[in-house]
């Protein structure tokens, strides 16, 4: 028997989330999905709040993924230490609220999703993710695991997976906002994709104002706080098949679903 995991891409915006919202359950029928993971990253464009979260799960997720704005909001802060189905990166400063990793009953048994952070090319200084993945699955016991691994480096996301290939169930990165072309089972059975892409405007910069990127790559000196771009929007992520007695993973494909 096989398990069929949806992962989605970064929410971006008030739009973004509108689109999951409507979509979502949905596509879960659509693509026979039994349980999805949602990273939530820039629900608000810039963070989330408590509100977005409960939004994002009602819609269809049943864990959400945060990245280097998990911390953006400080209306979240409580909610992280509350709600098991959200979860931080777990190689954040221990002084961090809530939790990094969690394992959820199911039908079909165990889920365990664990949620990471990159450290090239971010702007502070996590625990490494490598020795931090490898501290969790020593207390996990589930066959199924799952990896967001939230990161810029496009090497360090295919480093951890290529690292963790036969331990895991599937790892993908998130952050870029951009959909890569790499679906695929690695050697030892770990489905892996680089980035998910995410759910947000079509027509943006990572689901801003292109006006705005575009400003600050030509020197603007004056930064406005980032809004999202107008217009229709679109679900990015990948469906990854599990075998339910090994935990290895079948087969994966990215899936892009585009309103309108």
Same mark, same amino acid.
């Given at each position: 028997?096989?398990?069929?995991?949806?992962?989605?891409?970064?929410?971006?915006?008030?739009?973004?989330?509108?689109?999951?919202?409507?979509?979502?359950?949905?596509?879960?029928?659509?693509?026979?999905?039994?349980?999805?993971?949602?990273?939530?990253?820039?629900?608000?464009?810039?963070?989330?709040?408590?509100?977005?979260?409960?939004?994002?799960?009602? #819609?269809?997720?049943?864990?959400?993924?945060?990245?280097?704005? @998990?911390?953006?909001?400080?209306?979240?802060?409580?909610?992280?230490?509350?709600?098991? #189905?959200?979860?931080?990166? @777990?190689?954040?400063?221990?002084?961090? &609220?809530?939790?990094?990793?969690? +394992?959820?009953?199911?039908?079909?048994?165990?889920?365990?999703?664990?949620?990471?952070?990159?450290?090239?090319?971010?702007?502070?200084? &996590?625990?490494? &993710?490598?020795?931090?993945?490898?501290?969790?699955?020593?207390?996990?016991?589930?066959?199924?695991?799952?990896?967001?691994?939230? @990161?810029?480096?496009?090497?360090?996301?295919?480093?951890?997976?290529?690292?963790?290939?036969?331990?895991?169930?599937?790892?993908?990165?998130?952050?870029?906002? /951009?959909?890569?072309?790499? @679906?695929?089972?690695?050697?030892? !059975?770990?489905?892996?994709?680089?980035?998910?892409?995410? *759910?947000?405007?079509?027509?943006?910069?990572?689901?801003?104002?292109?006006?705005?990127?575009?400003?600050?790559?030509?020197?603007? &000196?004056?930064?406005?706080?980032? /809004?999202?771009?107008?217009?229709?929007?679109?679900?990015?992520? *990948?469906?990854?098949?599990?075998?339910?007695?090994? !935990?290895?993973?079948?087969?994966?494909?990215?899936?892009? +679903?585009?309103? !309108?």
């Amino acid at each position: 028997m096989s398990v069929k995991i949806l992962a989605v891409g970064d929410v971006v915006g008030e739009n973004g989330l509108a689109f999951l919202s409507r979509r979502l359950w949905s596509l879960r029928r659509e693509l026979g999905a039994d349980f999805a993971v949602v990273n939530g990253e820039n629900a608000s464009v810039v963070g989330i709040n408590p509100s977005e979260a409960r939004e994002i799960l009602s #819609a269809g997720a049943d864990v959400v993924t945060l990245g280097n704005h @998990a911390l953006q909001k400080n209306s979240i802060f409580s909610m992280l230490d509350d709600e098991p #189905a959200l979860l931080r990166p @777990a190689n954040l400063s221990p002084l961090t &609220p809530g939790r990094g990793w969690g +394992v959820y009953g199911t039908d079909f048994g165990d889920v365990a999703v664990l949620n990471l952070i990159g450290r090239c090319g971010m702007d502070f200084g &996590p625990d490494n &993710p490598f020795y931090e993945a490898e501290r969790i699955l020593e207390k996990i016991t589930a066959k199924i695991v799952l990896i967001d691994f939230h @990161a810029e480096a496009t090497s360090e996301k295919a480093a951890l997976a290529w690292h963790l290939d036969g331990r895991v169930s599937a790892v993908w990165g998130t952050h870029t906002h /951009v959909q890569t072309s790499d @679906a695929t089972v690695l050697p030892q !059975g770990t489905g892996f994709i680089t980035d998910l892409g995410m *759910a947000g405007p079509v027509y943006s910069i990572l689901g801003v104002k292109p006006e705005q990127s575009v400003s600050r790559f030509l020197g603007a &000196p004056k930064r406005t706080p980032y /809004v999202q771009a107008p217009g229709k929007c679109k679900i990015e992520g *990948a469906l990854f098949e599990i075998d339910e007695s090994t !935990g290895k993973c079948l087969s994966v494909n990215a899936i892009r +679903v585009i309103e !309108g």
